[in-house]
């Protein structure tokens, strides 16, 4: 053909998927914005959207292989209550009336692990965004450091951070990505700033049912 689009990226992809999600999010919370937490948030959109990222992995290396079935167990048991419940409020409801809020394999235990691995990309892409100077290794050390570490045991941590030396260069990651040092740039601007919101959604779910987040 003649007419020239920009090839979509994996990067780009998951990108748009978190952008609708957020903006759901906003139109669901004006028209719902007698309520305290603020809107909802569909739960077969939500965690359709967070297995999108798993592509990620594939360009982090074998190391990380671990974290990936990790990470993808804990979408697919969301993706499976999608099947049975309708948002995110939903799931988590029921298990403040189980007490299974923080039970190993609960969906809002689960849920609140995907949100810290949600989390932990979006504190790596400030990261890589902040300086060209930072290696792969600083930036994931960093956010690792922040955003996870303080809620993972230590033979976790101690894998990760023995990890993080395998992790490719700079430029290796954006080759795997398919991007470029501008294009890597304004998508993980557009994840940020679009992660952000559902990331704090999310966190306002269990803070209006009196569940600490410290964990
Ligand atoms: C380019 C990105 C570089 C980031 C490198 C950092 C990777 C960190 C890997 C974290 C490994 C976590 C491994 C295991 C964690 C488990 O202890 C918990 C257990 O939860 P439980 O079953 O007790 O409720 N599991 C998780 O927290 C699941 C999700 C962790 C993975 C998130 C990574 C997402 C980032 C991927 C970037 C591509």
Partial sequence: TTTKTRAKTPLSEIVEAFEELAKSLNSRRIRNSDKGAGGELRLDAFSKTCSLVSVLFSCLGLAFRFAESEYVAKVRD?????????????????????????????????????????????????????????????????????????????????????????LPTRDQ?????????????????????ASLPVIEYIDRLYISRNIRLDW
Avoid at 135 to 160: G, K
Avoid at 181 to 186: D, F, N, R, T, V
């Fill in 78 to 166: 969301l993706v499976e209550a999608s099947k049975e419940y309708n948002t995110l409020q939903t799931i988590l409801d029921l298990d403040v009336a189980n007490g299974t809020v923080r039970t190993s394999g609960s969906h809002s235990r689960n849920l609140r692990r995907v949100r810290q691995g949600l989390d932990l990309i979006r504190a790596l892409f400030e990261q890589f965004l902040s300086t060209t100077d930072y290696s792969l290794r600083e930036a994931a050390t960093t956010a690792y450091s922040q955003v996870c570490a303080p809620y993972h045991t230590w033979a976790v941590r101690t894998a990760v951070y023995a990890g993080m030396y395998t």
């Fill in 173 to 193: 990651l954006l080759l795997n990505l398919n991007e470029t040092e501008h294009s890597a740039e304004k998508n993980m601007r557009r994840y940020i700033n």
